[in-house]
């Protein structure tokens, strides 16, 4: 594991992370020994960033994690969340405001056994609480010395460049990162939020790398399993054929499919950071594998392409734009 500054920090992390959103998940996760085994495996490896969240599993998530870092707290880089709310009847609890957030760190300091978290993340944007009083709340929060540096997932570009903006002019901690949904399956990301990212200097850990499972290609090979996932709306004609086209590649490299899809990943040309969320070691293993492939410029090409989206205005109008003045096409064209 080799380790990139994570935005305009100079936190170190490990090129990959580790979700565990999975850990003490009684249903769709891993128990107590499994996750334990996962941890294990992916500290032996070089790993440092670790990534969990206030309602994941209800708590339990945190409270593993906290057995688990206990003897190591200071090696790790221990990311967690607040605005999903933990309580249940209180209007309260699933806020950006500064009782929210106050609230729901001690909460996850209890849980996770320390002092501090490295990076708390605002889970999802709040458009009922001004953004003055998010930014100060959480900068409140860093000055206090329970958090050392802030991120933002589940919010607009729009709100992450005025809140990073209003930070700067006022003196109050930035974001660094953003947390995102980012894969070969699901690039509209790329419309605003991850060139906000670069133009920002913003690192981008990513979630739902693998497309829940279909970029894997195991829906491609089980009809059986590919009838039932198309329930959820996420299997569609479009992914299924870019989970054959990793397919493809990755019979042509000798590599699991699973492996190719986070290479991609990995090569972007934001920091781009995946966050390895498994539910056995198994799979954790055969992830991680992805740090010893880098795809060739024309294997980039072929899963760019199976996978483009449609950019959109501006995008679209400002590379015309740019392509007339380069004189690389007729503007009355």
């Not at 170190?12 to 294990?40: K, N, P, Q």
């Not at 590919?226 to 479009?238: C, F, P």
């Not at 054929?241 to 493809?248: D, N, Q, S, V």
């Amino acid at each position: 594991m080799r380790y990139v500054l994570l935005g305009h920090s100079g936190l170190r992390v490990s090129e990959l992370g580790l979700g565990t959103m999975t850990f003490g998940h009684a249903r769709h996760g891993a128990d107590r020994a499994e996750s334990t085994r996962i941890y294990e495996a992916f500290r032996e490896a070089g790993g440092n960033l670790i990534d969990t969240a206030d309602g994941y599993a209800d708590g339990v998530s945190e409270a593993l994690l906290g057995e688990l870092i206990a003897s190591e707290r200071e090696r790790i880089v221990l990311m967690t969340k607040f605005g999903m709310g933990t309580r249940t009847n209180d209007p309260n609890a699933a806020t950006g405001s500064r009782k929210a957030m106050a609230d729901a760190l001690e909460g996850s300091l209890r849980r996770l056994r320390s002092d501090y978290v490295d990076v708390y993340w605002v889970h999802v944007w709040d458009p009922y609480t001004p953004l003055e009083e998010l930014m100060r709340g959480l900068d409140d929060l860093v000055r206090g010395g329970k958090v050392r540096y802030l991120g933002i997932s589940n919010a607009p570009a729009w709100v992450v460049a005025r809140a990073n903006t209003m930070a700067q002019l006022r003196g109050w901690t930035p974001f660094v990162a953003l947390q995102i949904p980012y894969s070969l399956m699901q690039r509209t990301v790329e419309r605003e939020l991850v060139p906000m990212a670069r133009a920002l200097g913003l690192a981008i850990t990513a979630w739902g790398a693998l497309g829940a499972g279909i970029l894997t290609g195991k829906y491609n090979e089980d009809p059986q399993a590919s009838g039932r996932a198309r329930g959820s709306n996420r299997l569609d004609q479009r992914s299924l054929r870019i989970a054959a086209a990793i397919g493809e590649l990755a019979h042509e490299l000798e590599r699991p499919p699973s492996q190719v899809a986070l290479a991609w990943l990995r090569q972007r040309s934001v920091t781009t950071i995946p966050l390895l969320g498994a539910r056995t070691l198994a799979q954790l293993e055969q992830n991680m594998g992805c740090l010893s492939l880098r795809l060739e410029r024309e294997q980039l090409r072929r899963l760019d392409e199976v996978s483009e989206i449609e950019l959109g205005f501006p995008a679209h109008f400002l590379e015309r734009q740019r392509r007339i003045d380069a004189g690389e096409l007729d503007p009355t064209q």
